[in-house]
């Protein structure tokens, strides 16, 4: 129960620092945004609100699995942006290829730990 409550804290922590980090570097974030996508500045506005929200939700029992399924779900979409990343390496060139790779397989064990507190608590017996 200890680590399951650090587990929530960490992500929280994370998905707010990394919410915040598109507003304090949306340039980074901008860069990355697949052309296909219409208005990015708005979309790396509403993905930095997204991960805010996400992170905030899982503080909260009554948002949490809400919240978990919803990171989850932003996750998914996220990929489209770390294969983009890969198919267009050579604008990239400051980030190795490797790196691309490794950000992408990251996205899974990420989905799968927001998918952790999807699920509903048991209550503890003693």
Same mark, same amino acid.
């Given at each position: 129960?200890? $680590?399951?409550?650090a587990g929530i804290? &960490?992500?929280?922590?994370?998905?707010?620092? /990394?919410?915040?980090? =598109?507003? $304090?570097?949306? &340039?980074?974030? *901008?860069?990355?945004? #697949?052309?296909?996508?219409? =208005?990015?500045? *708005?979309?790396?506005?509403?993905?930095?609100?997204?991960? !805010?929200? %996400? %992170? +905030?939700?899982?503080?909260?029992?009554?948002?949490?699995?809400? &919240?978990?399924? %919803? !990171? /989850? &779900?932003? +996750?998914?979409?996220? *990929?489209?942006? =770390?294969?983009y990343m890969i198919? =267009? /390496?050579?604008?990239?060139?400051?980030? #190795?290829?490797?790196?691309? $790779?490794?950000? *992408?397989?990251?996205?899974?064990?990420?989905?799968? $730990?927001?998918l952790v507190y999807?699920?509903?608590?048991?209550?503890?017996?003693?």
């Amino acid at each position: 129960m200890r $680590w399951r409550r650090a587990g929530i804290y &960490a992500q929280a922590l994370f998905y707010m620092a /990394a919410g915040i980090n =598109h507003f $304090w570097h949306p &340039a980074f974030y *901008l860069a990355v945004m #697949p052309d296909h996508y219409a =208005h990015p500045a *708005l979309m790396v506005q509403l993905s930095g609100v997204a991960e !805010i929200a %996400g %992170g +905030l939700g899982l503080l909260l029992p009554q948002t949490r699995r809400t &919240a978990a399924l %919803g !990171i /989850a &779900a932003m +996750l998914i979409v996220f *990929l489209d942006v =770390h294969l983009y990343m890969i198919e =267009h /390496a050579m604008r990239f060139f400051t980030i #190795p290829e490797w790196v691309l $790779w490794v950000r *992408l397989s990251l996205q899974f064990p990420l989905i799968a $730990w927001a998918l952790v507190y999807a699920r509903k608590e048991r209550p503890t017996t003693y």
